[in-house]
């Protein structure tokens, strides 16, 4: 059982900055679920998010029994079932808007990739501890890049070219606190910029046509750039206090997709408008800098790693779903995190929060 001694160091401020967005969250989802005739129950998704929300803190409970050390000794394990279940994909995997990376387990539809993001934090976060301050030359950082491009290949492959550019967010921001030659890391930056005219040629026509909208979305305005449109036409028309909860007519009227998933920040901005868009991001903020403040708190190398890779791919997700609704970033289809519906993607985000919590309950030795 956890003492009252390990209980009184959780940080309240990331728990209520949780509960706060999870509230936010199942609100808006309620608003922006749309109904086609009377029969069908509008609060289907907001149940079925609360109730793997629910789920998903008792099992953060559970989480905070155990030293998140003990991680550090499943590495190898949980990277070959990561492997396993991207695999798993490619071959008894279902397909829906073009892509095949679910699973369909009875009525639960679950998303390997999402998983793969946790687990691949704590498997770099394993290697990286055996390497800090030893990240000098490309000699010793290529392991580590094949080692994060394995998986990264597999979920491209799906194709989901999103959630492999969080790979790629969560890589360079452990990198970064692993204390890799800032000098290498610019080169390794300087060389993926180089090599983008031949990464367009690998593609699908749709992701090409997705970079071409983000530039112009007038190219297709019907088609690729749509969502862009309708989602800016949301934002703008919300002006400083929005049209309120169930007012907002690009998602009531249906001409806002996705509006509960990718697109909810748009369902915010027209519903709250500017001062209730600000608020959400001010959580957001506060989110981020309480992962940073643990990542500096931790106790020990590993536990850094850790909480630097789980703010990186946070930190990322916002910075991109925000701005992919703003029209200011491509559409890559990244969830909002805490927020848009999906039970895969809520599963990780609030693992992801109980490992923080437990990193910051335990960045001091207990002496009894």
């Not at 800098?289 to 791919?313: C, E, Q």
Request: a positive charge; proline letters at 4%.
């Amino acid at each position: 059982m956890l003492s009252r001694r390990l209980l009184k160091k959780l940080d309240f401020m990331l728990i209520t900055v949780t509960l706060l967005l999870i509230a936010t969250s199942l609100v808006i989802i309620g608003s922006a679920t749309h109904i086609n005739n009377p029969s069908e129950d509008r609060y289907w998704y907001v149940e079925r998010q609360g109730l793997f929300a629910l789920a998903n803190f008792l099992l953060i409970f559970v989480m905070l029994h155990f030293d998140y050390k003990a991680l550090s000794k499943y590495a190898n394990i949980l990277y070959g079932i990561n492997l396993f279940m991207l695999l798993a994909v490619m071959f008894v995997g279902t397909s829906a808007l073009g892509a095949q990376r679910w699973i369909q387990i009875g009525p639960i539809s679950l998303q390997p990739s999402e998983f793969s993001k946790i687990i691949m934090i704590i498997c770099l976060a394993h290697m990286l501890d055996k390497r800090t301050g030893r990240l000098n030359t490309i000699k010793d950082v290529l392991p580590i890049f094949i080692y994060v491009g394995v998986p990264f290949l597999l979920v491209l492959k799906q194709p989901d070219l999103g959630t492999s550019l969080v790979f790629m967010a969560i890589l360079f921001g452990m990198l970064f606190v692993a204390g890799i030659n800032m000098r290498l890391l610019m080169g390794i930056f300087a060389a993926g910029i180089a090599f983008m005219p031949i990464f367009w040629h690998f593609l699908k026509d749709y992701q090409k046509m997705r970079l071409l909208v983000f530039i112009n979305p007038n190219v297709d305005p019907l088609g690729s750039g749509y969502h862009i449109i309708q989602s800016k036409i949301a934002i703008g028309s919300g002006l400083l206090f929005g049209k309120g909860l169930f007012g907002g007519t690009q998602s009531q009227l249906n001409f806002l997709p996705e509006n509960h998933t990718d697109f909810i920040f748009a369902v915010i901005g027209e519903e709250l408008g500017f001062v209730g868009a600000s608020l959400v991001l001010m959580l957001y903020l506060i989110l981020l800098y309480r992962g940073i403040k643990i990542a500096g708190a931790a106790r020990d190398n590993f536990g850094t790693l850790l909480a630097a890779g789980i703010v990186s791919m946070l930190a990322f997700h916002v910075l991109v779903n925000v701005g992919m609704t703003a029209g200011i970033m491509p559409v890559t289809g990244i969830p909002l995190p805490l927020m848009s519906y999906g039970v895969s993607a809520l599963t990780t985000n609030l693992v992801s929060l109980g490992i923080l919590l437990n990193i910051y309950m335990r960045r001091q030795k207990i002496l009894f």
